[in-house]
């Protein structure tokens, strides 16, 4: 609920939390509150200390006042010290501002971005407009609450009302004041088959940066990081989360300063960043979904997993149960004919696997990484009678039909490459940067995204295609686009992602009932921005349990488990060379959206067995996967244990895993989110336990041998 008084304070209430803002005395916007849902007497008295510290309207030194003034919108070259939110660049060389609050409005419905993922329906929205001083910029800030969320999500538009062309050098999407200095940063940091692992941090003085600089979100740094009291655990203590709906460069920054001031801010990355305004054109920033709990991360991440389930996730998909898939990437690699992929499927029938996904290499002259991308015609050499001999054999087996491609790349070896150069990013006269024998394609180009759109649209057309996985497997390089003039380069990165979300949007308009998958390189673009499009994101290419078990840990700090594309492979791990129990690889790819990706015509009897106990019990709890809550119980990270529970709504049926990382005696575990009064029924062992004593005593854990598993179920019959 957003209330308006005396037509300068703001307060934004949600669940359980307030955010509140002021216009103060000098005509300036600042912070007023963020945090536990609090009165309107208390915040009264918190803008009565404002206006004490607040500088007289004809006191000279005011400006010099910005420096501590918590700015929600800092601005520069007027005694703010602090990393500005926005830096505007006229035209005579000059880049001071100085906005001041000029209005505000408050809107049932939330207006959608264009060409970006945003916040679907409900809420309020308020819109307040800051215009500078001494250009003609004016600021639209957006924030929008919601009555059953601890989430505000903000963003603002950036609009030239001015008769000058000037430029943006940077245009975060927020920034926030804290009194409170004394904070931990929690980040998700990594790298490839190694993603998201919290990271946790005591700030100091100075600048705290969290970014990627590669035109994606990233495998090293994920959109999102938490400012953590010491005491804050799964379940209790202070934490403030920050997300951002984007999938490009950006930076998440926390400023502790020389006044004891902590500022936190952050947007499209300012590196390779900058925008050119023409009178009346106007610019977005993408949204930042701010959440407090007094709870614990695992509250916060909670708040996260539903936001992102009720409000940015495709609602076509993300509550619809999901495909049990498998592909033949580590089955087959390069090395595939229409018989190994026929006899895959025929395999995989038998296990009740329901859809078969045809990875990398079914295309151009696709024979090994170093060519064809960008070819999407069906190698016919390769596959006898093309595709359609495939989904025939689907089609006889019962199972549906998934294809690969990787949209936003090009092969030097392609027939695309030969005949247009141009649509690769970088200057034809500067040899470009390699990855993976690979350059990306220039998506700042309409043609460009128009010509992909094309070729894959005729491959879904003609083919029944249930399910699309969308690959990117390499950072880009050069920022630069030969259709872009001179002074609109630092566009580039920007421009892009929008192209990215341009095709994203187009296809799935156009293939409604197709189910797509993102994926970066395993997890290199695992954010909320992708999640807009893609209801699910195969998590990451390490598909070895105990590392997996990790990176599904953190990747739920921020995003739901229904999300997470998670599959059972073979061992020796492909990755890490591991060998797990088979029973291990089942139980971990079960917290997820779960799959296969292995030969299943190599898999022994019991395996076979296996993997029909392990679907079959799939289908029973997949329903708590989509719709449950998770409780993280026990941290890989820091001991010999992983336990995670997931929760229905109602609180009346549980579904854990329990993995041993070394050989373990017989433990309790107290499990969290139940409801004491409840009786629970251990599904396997008969026993009754009360919710009370399952979270205060524990749930009893069997000997383990190390990496063996122990799964179970409880019902509230
Ligand atoms: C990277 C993906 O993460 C893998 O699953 C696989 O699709 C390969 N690319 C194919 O090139």
Known sequence: MIQIVEDKIFILNGHKITYALFVNKLGFLQNLYFGEKVDNNFLYSLQEEWDKKTPAADDLNKDMYFDTMPSECAFYGRGDYNEPSIIVHRNDGSEMSRFRYAGYEVKKCIPALKGMPCVRGGGESLFVTLKDDFSGIKIVLHYLVFDDFDIVARGCEIINTGNDCVTLRRAFSFCLQFEDIDYSLLCLSGGWARERAPETNKLGHGITKIQSTRGISSHQFNPFIALVKDDCGEETGKCIGFELLYSGSFSLCAEVNGNDKLRVYGGINEMNFTWMLHPAESFETPQILISYSNNGIGYLSRQYANFLREKIINPQYVYKERPIVINNWEATYFNFDEKKICEIIEAASKLNIDTFVLD????????????????????????????????????????????????????EDSDLYRAHPEFAVGKRDIEPARSRTQLVLDFTKQEVVDYVFNAVSEILKTYQISYV???????????????????????????????????????????????????????????????YYFPQIWTSDNTDAIDRCKIQWGTSYAYPISAMSCHVSVCPNHQTNRTTPFSTRGAIASLGATGYELDATKLTDEEKNAVIVQIDNYKRIRDLIVHGDLYRIRNPFSGSEFCEIVVSKDKKSTYGVYLALEDSSETQVCLSGLDQKYVYRDIKTGVDYSGKLLMEQGFDIPILKKYETYVFELKVL
């Not at 060519?371 to 190698?379: E, P, Q, R, S, Y």
């Not at 596959?383 to 090009?410: A, D, H, R, S, Y």
Request: glycine share 14%.
């Open 469 to 531: 996985k969308w690959d990117m497997n390499r950072s880009l390089s050069e920022f630069y686009s030969t259709g872009l003039d001179y002074s609109r380069q630092g566009e580039f990165s920007h421009r892009y992602v929008l192209g990215v979300y341009s095709l994203a949007e187009r296809l799935m308009s156009a293939f409604p009932d197709i189910f797509f998958e993102g994926c970066a390189g395993g997890g290199g673009r695992f954010d909320a921005g992708m999640l």
């Open 360 to 411: 990398d290499g079914w295309f151009g002259k696709r024979n090994l990484d170093n060519a064809a991308l960008g070819d999407w015609v069906v190698n016919e050499t390769k596959l006898k009678g093309g595709l359609n001999t495939i989904i025939q054999k689907c089609n006889e087996c019962g199972m549906k039909f998934g294809l690969w491609f990787e949209p936003e790349m090009v092969s």
